[in-house]
C-alpha cells in the first residue's frame, strides 16, 4: 500500500517509472483485476488470495505479495500480471538464486 499511496490514495495505480508503462497499467490492470473478480464469481481458481477482489488497491498489493513469494506461480497463472510487475519493479524475481 506504501507504494500505491505515493501517487495519492491508494488506488491500485501506483507511480509509474515510464510513460510507456504508465499508459500499459492503465490499459491492462482494469481489466486483469476484473478477470480476475469474474473468475472467483465463476468459482475458478486463481493462485491470488480472494482478498485481492476487495478492491483496485488490494488486488494491487497482494499481486506484489505474491509477486515475490510465488514469482513462477504467478507468471503461470497470469502472465500480464506478471509481466507489469516485473516492469514495473524492474527486476524479475525468478532470476534470483534463493539457494545460499
Request: proline share 8%.
Amino acid at each position: 500500500h506504501q507504494l500505491d499511496q505515493l501517487s495519492g490514495q491508494a488506488n491500485g495505480a501506483p507511480p509509474q517509472p515510464t510513460l510507456a508503462l504508465q499508459q500499459r497499467w492503465a490499459q491492462q490492470m482494469p481489466t486483469l483485476y476484473a478477470n480476475y473478480c469474474a473468475d472467483l464469481a465463476a468459482h475458478k481458481p486463481r493462485l491470488l488470495d480472494s482478498y485481492a477482489s476487495t478492491n483496485a488497491a488490494e488486488f494491487f498489493a497482494v499481486a506484489v505479495e505474491c509477486f515475490f513469494e510465488k514469482p513462477a506461480e504467478l507468471q503461470q497463472d497470469s502472465p500480464s500480471l506478471y509481466l507489469l510487475l516485473r516492469d514495473y519493479f524492474q527486476l524479475d524475481p525468478q532470476l534470483w538464486n534463493l539457494s545460499h
